[in-house]
C-alpha cells in the first residue's frame, strides 16, 4: 500500500541507520579479541543487558507479527505475547545463573562444559545454526514489509521488487554492524531499540485511547450492497464455494467487454468485497483492474457497533474502557478474512467482511479452536508449548548472558528483561485492536497493522515507528548473526575441528561467517515473502525447545546424563520439529497441495517432538551410562 513518496518518514529512518552504522563503527575500532567479539568481554552492565535483552527479543514477531495476529484474530493474537513472556520464567529460575557459570562464548560451551565431546560441539552448533535461520526468516520477511510504506513508493530495480530490496538492504546493514564491531556493537543497539520501541508504543497506545472508538473511522470507506433481483439484465452470475470459508457463498458477476467483479452472497444480498487475482499468464489484477501504484486495496477493519449503537463517536476513553467497549458482547466489529479460489491456472484471492461480536474478538477462539476438535485443542497446546520451552532455548537469547559479568548479573538482568518485555506485550493488545477498528489493516499483509495504526495519527509518528520497527529487526537480526558467527568460527571451526587460530584469526572467522549467514538470511527472507511473522517464528521456538531445551534441563538436574545422550537428543529433537512442520498443514499449501491432505494433522510439532527429544536422552543416556560402566569408557565422545 503506497501512500506517494514521504520525506519525513525516510529522512527520520536515515537517522537512524546512520546512527547505527556509527555507533558499530566506533565499536569496531575497540573490538580486538575473540572475548570482545562474541560476549562484549563480559562487561555489560545488568541494567543495560536486560534492556538489550528486550530489544533483542522483542522482534518482528513481537512488534509487526503479533500486532497483526491481534488486529485479525483478536485475544488469540495476543496469545503469543503470554506464551512469549511465559518462556522468560523458566530462563529466570532454571537457565540464568547456571548458563553463565557454566559457559564462555556460546551455548555449545554451556552443555560441552563437562564433557568436552566431539558429538556435542557438532550437534548444538547445527542446532545454533538451525534456529538461528529459523528466527532470521520472519525478521528479514518483516524488514521487506515495512519498506514499501515507509518510502511511500513501489521501486523496481535490477528486477527486484521493493520488497526484495529492503531484504537486501537490511541484510546489507547487520552483516556491517557484526562483521565490524560483534556483540558490543549489537548489544548497545539492541538497548537503543528496545528502550525506543517501549516508549513510542506508548506514546501510540495514548494515542489510540485519547481518539477513542467511532463507527466511522477517519476514511472510513462504505462498502457497496445491492439485492440479487437489482443485479442487471446483461450479467450473468456464477455462485462459488470456496475451500477454507466454510458456509460462506460468493458471486462472480461477468458483463460482456468488462472485468468480473467478485460479491459475498448473503442470503438475497450481495456485499462488496475486495480480491487480486494471478491470472495463468502471470498478470495481476487488483479488484479487476490490473496492478499499479495507484491501484491497491483499501485498508479494513471497523466498527459496525459499538455496545449496540451504529452511530458513535466515544470521544477520549481510558485504557480499561477502551477494552470494555470493544470486548462488549453488544459490540460488533467487521474483520475481514481471506479466501483462495483456484481456476485453471489462476489463482483468485478473495477478501471479505465478517462481523465479529466484541465478546468473540476478546477470547480465544477466531484463530484457535480451544474449543474445537481434538486435534485442534492439541495444536494450540503444542503452540503454547513451544513457546513456553523455546524462550529459554534460543541461541540469540543464552549468548546474553556471557556478556555480563557474573551469575548474579544475569539474573537481574533477565528480571530487567521480563518487566521490559511484559509492559510491551500489554501495549501490543491495545495496538493491535486499534488496528482492527480503525480502518487500518492491510488486507495483503496483516503485519504492518502497527506502523499504518501510527500512520493514521500523522506522517511523524508513523515515520518514528517505522523506523523504531526496522531498528527491531536490525537489532534481532544482529543478534541472530552473532550466535550463528559464533556457532560456525567458535564451536565448529575452533573446537570440533580443532582447527589452531590466534584471538584476531578466530575474530576474523566470526566475520566470515557473519557475512555467509546473512546472506543465506537475504535469500530465505526473499523467497518467504508474505507469510505472518509470528507464525514463522514458531518455527524456531518449535526447533528450540525441542533440540535445546531437554539438553539444557537434564544437564542440569539429571546427574546421570551422558554426552550421547545430549547429542542424540539435540539431532531427534531438531529434525523430528523441522520435518514435522514440513509436513504440516501450514506448509502443504506452499507445496501445491490442500492444507487437508497433509500427513501431519498439527500445525505446530512441539507436542510430539519435546517428548521425543526428552525420552531420548534419558534412554541413550542410561544405555550408554550402562555401557560405559562395564567398560570404564569416560563420559565424553
Not at 112 to 127: E, G, H, T, V
Not at 393 to 410: F, K
Not at 503 to 510: E, F, I, N, S, T
Amino acid at each position: 500500500m503506497t501512500t506517494g513518496i514521504n520525506i519525513e518518514a525516510i529522512g527520520i529512518f536515515l537517522v537512524v541507520v546512520v546512527s547505527v552504522l556509527a555507533l558499530s563503527f566506533y565499536f569496531g575500532r575497540r573490538t580486538k579479541s575473540a572475548s570482545s567479539y562474541y560476549a562484549a568481554g563480559g562487561q555489560i552492565h545488568w541494567g543495560v543487558n536486560g534492556i538489550a535483552f528486550a530489544g533483542d527479543y522483542l522482534s518482528a514477531a513481537s512488534f509487526l507479527g503479533i500486532c497483526g495476529l491481534i488486529a485479525t484474530a483478536g485475544y488469540d493474537g495476543f496469545l503469543y505475547s503470554i506464551g512469549y513472556l511465559a518462556g522468560w520464567i523458566v530462563a529466570l529460575f532454571v537457565v540464568a545463573e547456571p548458563l553463565k557459570r557454566l559457559g564462555k562464548y556460546t551455548f555449545t560451551d554451556a552443555l560441552d562444559s563437562q564433557f568436552d565431546s566431539r558429538s556435542i560441539k557438532l550437534f548444538a552448533a547445527i542446532s545454533t545454526l538451525l534456529v538461528s535461520v529459523c528466527y532470521l526468516i520472519p525478521q528479514m520477511v518483516g524488514a521487506g514489509v515495512l519498506i514499501t510504506p515507509l518510502m511511500g513508493i513501489e521501486v523496481q530495480l535490477f528486477g527486484l521488487d521493493t520488497y526484495a530490496l529492503g531484504v537486501i538492504f537490511v541484510g546489507a546493514i547487520v552483516i556491517f554492524i557484526v562483521a565490524t564491531a560483534g556483540m558490543t556493537s549489537t548489544t548497545y543497539v539492541q538497548f537503543i531499540k528496545g528502550a525506543l520501541l517501549i516508549v513510542f508504543s506508548t506514546i501510540l497506545v495514548v494515542a489510540v485511547c485519547i481518539r477513542g472508538l467511532s463507527t466511522k473511522p477517519e476514511g472510513f470507506h462504505e462498502y457497496q450492497t445491492m439485492s440479487i433481483a437489482d443485479v442487471p439484465d446483461d450479467v450473468t452470475m456464477d455462485t462459488v464455494t470456496v475451500e477454507g470459508a466454510a458456509g460462506v457463498e460468493f458471486v462472480r458477476m461477468n458483463r460482456q467487454g468488462q472485468p468480473a467483479t467478485w460479491w459475498l452472497k448473503e442470503g438475497e444480498q450481495l456485499q462488496e468485497i475486495q480480491w487480486t487475482s494471478t491470472l495463468a499468464d502471470g498478470t495481476e489484477i487488483i479488484n479487476g483492474q490490473p496492478k499499479s501504484e495507484d491501484n491497491n486495496l483499501r485498508a479494513v477493519g471497523h466498527l459496525q457497533a459499538v455496545d449496540g449503537q451504529t452511530d458513535v463517536e466515544t470521544g477520549p476513553v481510558g485504557p480499561v474502557k477502551f477494552l470494555a467497549l470493544v470486548g462488549d458482547e453488544d459490540t460488533q466489529i467487521v474483520r475481514w478474512k481471506q479466501a483462495r479460489y483456484l481456476e485453471g491456472g489462476a489463482i483468485h484471492d478473495l477478501h471479505y467482511p465478517v462481523v465479529t461480536a466484541g465478546s468473540q474478538v476478546s477470547r480465544p477462539g477466531l484463530k484457535y479452536k480451544v474449543e474445537g476438535t481434538l486435534t485442534e485443542r492439541l495444536d494450540f497446546f503444542s503452540l503454547m508449548l513451544a513457546l513456553f520451552f523455546g524462550t529459554a532455548a534460543l541461541p540469540h537469547v543464552l549468548i546474553r548472558y556471557y556478556t555480563v559479568p557474573s551469575p548474579s548479573a544475569a539474573r537481574k538482568s533477565t528480571i530487567v528483561a521480563i518487566a521490559a518485555i511484559g509492559f510491551f506485550y500489554v501495549l501490543t493488545l491495545y495496538m493491535g485492536l486499534g488496528a482492527m477498528i480503525n480502518q487500518v489493516v492491510n488486507p495483503l499483509d496483516n503485519n504492518m497493522s502497527a506502523p499504518l495504526l501510527a500512520r493514521s495519527f500523522g506522517t511523524f509518528l508513523f515515520a518514528i515507528i517505522s523506523a523504531i520497527a526496522f531498528a527491531t529487526v536490525l537489532g534481532t537480526v544482529s543478534g541472530l548473526i552473532v550466535a550463528s558467527s559464533g556457532a560456525v568460527a567458535h564451536d565448529l571451526m575452533d573446537r570440533f575441528l580443532k582447527i589452531s587460530m590466534s584471538d584476531r584469526a578466530k575474530v576474523m572467522a566470526g566475520k566470515i561467517a557473519a557475512v555467509c549467514v546473512g546472506i543465506v538470511a537475504i535469500v530465505l527472507g526473499i523467497l518467504f515473502k508474505g507469510m505472518n511473522v509470528s507464525f514463522l517464528v514458531g518455527w524456531a521456538f518449535a526447533v528450540a525447545a525441542s533440540a535445546n531445551l531437554p539438553a539444557i534441563l537434564m544437564l542440569l538436574f539429571w546427574k546421570r546424563t551422558t554426552a550421547a545422550g545430549i547429542a542424540a537428543s539435540i539431532a531427534v529433537g531438531a529434525i523430528s520439529a523441522i520435518g514435522l512442520f514440513l509436513l504440516s498443514p501450514g506448509m502443504w499449501p506452499m507445496y501445491g497441495l490442500k492444507a487437508v491432505d497433509a500427513p501431519f494433522p498439527l500445525q505446530n510439532p512441539g507436542v510430539v517432538s519435546i517428548p521425543l527429544s526428552f525420552l531420548t536422552i534419558v534412554i541413550v543416556s542410561l544405555l550408554t551410562r550402562r555401557k560405559m560402566a562395564g567398560d570404564s569408557t569416560p563420559p565424553g565422545l
